[in-house]
Structures are given as structure tokens and as C-alpha cells.
């Protein structure tokens, strides 16, 4: 258990526990229910530099392996954001002679492979092996290991300094922070950027996306922590601005210290979240109360419609769907199946909570009476495809920020 801020080793004061969970992507094929381990999830925030954390840690290697199920690629609007991510950086950042890029979780290949089609110099460092090879399919270049600083020293040995070190909902994801600091510092160029973009505390805070905390995130950044975070490493936050995946993060850009003007937006951000109290006791605990309120809505609105004889599906299983079943206690007697569009899951159950997950074909046979929309985050691109649903009466229910049926 940790007590001391992985980033500061300041003390870390515990404000939700939404009880004992499994990996979030651990998906299960039926034979494998009786191996299913569980970890206490709940999280602190630190007295000294402000940083969300998960209080327990579970082992990297125990989250992402061969068997690591979440496809970036899997939704149209991801793949034209990565897309335009990395027209962007070829046109700034990645504009110099013969530049280098590394990916810290390239998955698989839904931003590298348009770095790869230009031609552009790049590694993507992806320690799951099955998605690692649906990017080098792609023709991005991949090792599969962890980036910590002993992988970035080899990386440096073997093709030099990066330019850009980027990382997209993967910098939260190593506990090791320390390492990845060191190991950023080793690698990059004396002028390059680290750029990385993340679940941000404002959403699920303010957001009330309480579903985001789930064991892969070990940190639940803010621009104070962040910048923090920055300065203690050697960095300084240049940039940060909001942007719009998995219902709001920000991408922050690190350079080292004194070598860029930072951009206004980092002290207006600051500024904000002082004025917001965004990480403060009050703020957190009142966050508490409501996520034990969206629970009992949830779980009475669910049961009420089981009771009139009614059907419900879920919709999507992202991550977020293991938290939200386990924490209310959703299993096959609320919600009998969930649709999700990734091969990898199909056929397999949703950690914890074991509904089985099918394709999305099972949706429209027949419609059910409602949709559980666990991938509320992707709502325009699902709704807009699942017309005819609600064309025939079905309704949608979604539970963030709180529970609504449209
Ligand atoms: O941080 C993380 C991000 C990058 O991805 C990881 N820890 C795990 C994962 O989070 P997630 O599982 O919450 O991601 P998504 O993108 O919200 O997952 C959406 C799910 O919904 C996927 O399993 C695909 C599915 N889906 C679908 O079935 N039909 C998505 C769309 C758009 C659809 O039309
Ligand atoms: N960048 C993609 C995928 C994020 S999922 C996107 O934004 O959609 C997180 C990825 O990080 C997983 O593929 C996981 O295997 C990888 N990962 C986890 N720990 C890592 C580490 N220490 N180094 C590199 N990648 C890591
Ligand atoms: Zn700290």
C-alpha cells in the first residue's frame, strides 16, 4: 500500500476506495474466472505537490502482456485525432533534419503509423506483444519492453537522441514515474520536447468520471501536479492545452529547463485550478459523496427496469465498464451482455463483474429497451451509428456526469 507520493514521497491522503477490483482490461475467457486476482482500488492525493494517485500498486506486467485487450484504432474518431497529432508534430517539432521520435505505448500504431508513412524516424516503445505487432503490420518500427530509464539509456545507445518523446494515456500509466523522468531526461535531444496527453483530474472531478479510475491509471494528472512534477525532473511545463479524448484531458509539453518561453496557457491553467480548488480536500471528498449517489441512481434505475420486465445492454466495454460493474455490483442479472466492436474481447467476460461481451451485431437482436452507454466517451460516434435504436423506441442511459435517460 502506498502512503508516500510516488513522485515527492510526500503523504498521500486516501479520499475514495471503490473497493476490490480486478485489472480493468483483464478480460476472461469462462475457463478462467477461478485465476482472477483483485487489488484494493482507491486513491490519494499528495500534501506536498498535489498528485492523485492510486494508494495500491498493481504489477506492470500483470496489466499489459500478450494479452492486453484495447485496440487504439477501435473508434473512427481516435484514429483521425492520432492522425491529426501526428501531422501536427511532423509539421513542427518533427520538421528539422533526419528528427527522432520515441512512442511510450504506441499500441498499436494508431499515431506512429502516419510518423512511419513520412518516412520520419521513430520507435515505439509497447510492451504488449499482440497490439506491438498489429503496429509493426502498420510498418512502425517497435521494441516490446517497458520505457523506463534503463530502456531509454539502450534507445539512446542504438539510435541516438529523440527530438520528441511523446505518450498518449500511457504516462499515467507507469508508477515507475521517477524512472520515466530519468529516462526522459537520458533520452532526449538538449532542445527536444516531452509531450504526453492524459486523462485530466478537472473531468474526473468536475467531470464526475469517476469510471476513469481504474488500476492502469496511476496517476490522475492537473497542470499544479504536472508542473510540479516538471520542476523536481529538471523540466519546465511550456504548454498545456485542453483536448478532447476520453471526455477531456490535457497534453502538456515538457522541455528542459530555461531552454523555452513558457506558452500563457500554463499560468493561466495554474491560476484556474487554485481558484477551482481542484485538488483540495473539500473538492475530493465532496467528489465522494457524489460518486456514492450515481451508484444508488444507478443500480435503483437498473433494478426498477428489470422489475417491469424490461432489457438492457451494455454498450462498449471499455476499462471504465469493470470499475462502474464492480463498484455498484452490475452483473448478468441487471445487464445480461455488453456489445463491444474489439475481436479481442468478443466471446470473453468483463473482469469482475463477468457479463459476457459479444459483437456488436448481438445490439439489434433484437434491440433491448436500453443501451448502457459504458463508452460515453465515444457517445456522437455510437449514436450516430446506432440511429435505428433509438429510432425504435430504445433509450440510451448514461451515468456521466450523473444518471440520465435520454
Ligand atoms: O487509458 C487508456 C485508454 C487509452 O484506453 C487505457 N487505460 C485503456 C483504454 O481505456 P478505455 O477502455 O476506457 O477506452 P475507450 O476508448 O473508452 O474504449 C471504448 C470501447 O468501446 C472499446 O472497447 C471499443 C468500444 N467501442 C465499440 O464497441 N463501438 C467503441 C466505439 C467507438 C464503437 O463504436
Ligand atoms: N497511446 C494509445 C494507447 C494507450 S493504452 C492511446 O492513446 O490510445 C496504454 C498503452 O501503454 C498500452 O498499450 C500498454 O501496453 C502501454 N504501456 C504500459 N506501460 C508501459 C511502459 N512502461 N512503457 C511503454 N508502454 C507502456
Ligand atoms: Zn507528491
Known amino acids: 500500500m502506498y502512503t508516500r507520493c510516488r513522485v515527492c514521497a510526500g503523504k498521500v491522503r486516501e ?30 492525493v499528495c500534501d506536498e505537490c498535489a498528485m492523485v494517485q492510486s494508494i495500491e500498486d498493481v504489477a506492470p506486467g500483470v496489466r499489459y502482456h500478450s494479452g492486453y485487450a484495447y485496440h487504439a484504432s477501435g473508434s473512427a474518431g481516435h484514429r483521425q485525432y492520432f492522425a ?27 499515431l506512429l503509423e502516419h510518423v512511419a508513412a513520412a518516412g520520419v524516424r521513430h520507435l515505439g516503445v509497447e510492451p504488449s506483444t499482440a497490439v506491438a505487432e498489429l503496429a509493426r503490420r502498420k510498418g512502425v518500427q517497435v521494441v516490446t519492453e517497458f520505457f523506463d530509464e534503463r530502456t531509454a539509456a539502450a534507445i ?22 521517477d524512472s520515466l523522468m530519468r529516462g526522459v531526461a537520458e533520452l532526449l535531444t538538449p532542445g527536444g520536447v516531452f509531450i504526453f496527453e492524459e486523462p485530466y483530474l478537472g473531468t474526473v ?8 479510475i481504474y488500476d492502469e491509471h496511476d496517476f490522475y494528472f492537473s497542470v499544479t501536479s504536472v508542473h510540479a512534477m516538471a520542476q523536481r525532473f529538471g523540466f519546465d511545463l511550456v504548454d498545456a492545452e485542453h ?56 443500480v435503483t434505475l437498473l433494478r426498477d427496469i428489470r422489475d417491469r420486465g424490461e432489457r438492457v445492454v451494455g454498450y462498449g466495454a471499455p476499462g471504465k465498464c469493470s470499475t462502474v460493474t464492480n463498484y455498484c455490483g452490475i452483473g448478468t442479472e441487471l445487464v445480461p451482455f455488453v456489445c463491444d466492436s474489439t475481436p479481442a474481447k468478443q466471446g470473453r467476460l468483463v473482469p469482475g463483474s463477468h457479463i459476457p461481451v459479444r459483437a456488436p451485431e448481438a445490439f439489434a437482436d433484437p434491440y433491448p429497451d436500453y443501451a448502457l452507454l459504458f463508452a460515453w466517451n465515444h457517445a456522437d460516434e455510437i449514436m450516430a451509428k446506432e440511429q435505428r435504436f433509438q429510432q425504435s423506441g430504445g433509450r440510451w442511459i448514461r451515468y456521466v456526469p450523473e444518471v440520465r435517460v435520454d
Open 156 to 177: 539512446r545507445a542504438g539510435h541516438g537522441p529523440a527530438d520528441v518523446i511523446f505518450g498518449a494515456n500511457t504516462v499515467c500509466h507507469i508508477a515507475r514515474i
Open 205 to 212: 472531478i468536475e467531470g464526475r468520471a469517476f469510471d476513469q
Open 84 to 110: 491529426r497529432q501526428a501531422q501536427r508534430m511532423l509539421a513542427t517539432e518533427l520538421a528539422g533534419r533526419s528528427p527522432f521520435i520515441v512512442e511510450i505505448g504506441c499500441n498499436d500504431g494508431v
Open 243 to 298: 483536448t478532447p479524448l476520453h471526455g477531456g484531458e490535457i497534453r502538456y509539453t515538457l522541455a528542459r529547463a530555461g531552454t523555452r518561453t513558457p506558452r500563457p496557457a500554463v499560468a493561466h491553467l495554474l491560476r484556474d485550478e487554485q481558484v477551482r480548488r481542484l485538488s483540495a480536500p473539500e473538492t475530493l471528498d465532496r467528489f465522494g459523496t457524489h460518486v456514492r449517489r450515481v451508484r444508488d441512481d444507478l
Open 15 to 44: 479520499f475514495l476506495d471503490l473497493g476490490n477490483q480486478p485489472t480493468a482490461n483483464g478480460f476472461l475467457l469462462p475457463e478462467e474466472v477461478d485465476r482472477e486476482r483483485t487489488f484494493r482500488l482507491a486513491v490519494g
